[in-house]
């Protein structure tokens, strides 16, 4: 069983920044292609990023459209955490973000963790 933890969610200004991170308790997390998920208010889940495992892929993150440019996926594989850094954050950015597991990016998430606030306001 993967138990997954995010961090660093919190109230930042727009424009503002702000890292996330996820971390796994009982596993090993670059055993598993990692995703950020968010859920805005009112709407439906929409996935940001994938990180594949530098195990048993190439380690390489696709990113959605909506935040191609701003958000960046990365591994520690010291810490066992992957992040989800978050730059030129807007109101629409508001949401619970969550990290979740898959064998790989293309297959859907088995393991997920209980979400981090993330609001955008002045």
């Known amino acids: 069983q993967v138990q997954l933890a995010e961090s660093g969610g919190g109230l930042v200004q727009p424009g503002g920044s702000l890292t996330l991170a996820c971390s796994a308790a009982g596993a090993t997390l670059d055993d598993y292609a990692i995703g950020w998920v968010r859920q805005a208010p009112g709407k439906g889940r929409e996935g940001l990023s994938c990180?594949?495992?530098?195990?048993?892929?190439?380690?390489?993150?696709v990113y959605a459209d909506s935040v191609k440019g701003r958000f960046t996926t990365f591994r520690d594989n010291v810490k066992n955490t992957v992040y989800l850094q978050m730059n030129s954050l807007e109101p629409e950015d508001t949401a619970i973000y969550y990290c979740?597991?898959?064998?790989?990016?293309?297959?859907?998430?088995?393991?997920w963790g209980q979400g981090t606030q993330v609001t955008v306001s002045s």
């Open positions: 979740a597991a898959s064998e790989i990016c293309e297959y859907e998430y088995d393991y």
């Open positions: 990180i594949s495992s530098t195990k048993t892929r190439d380690g390489k993150t």
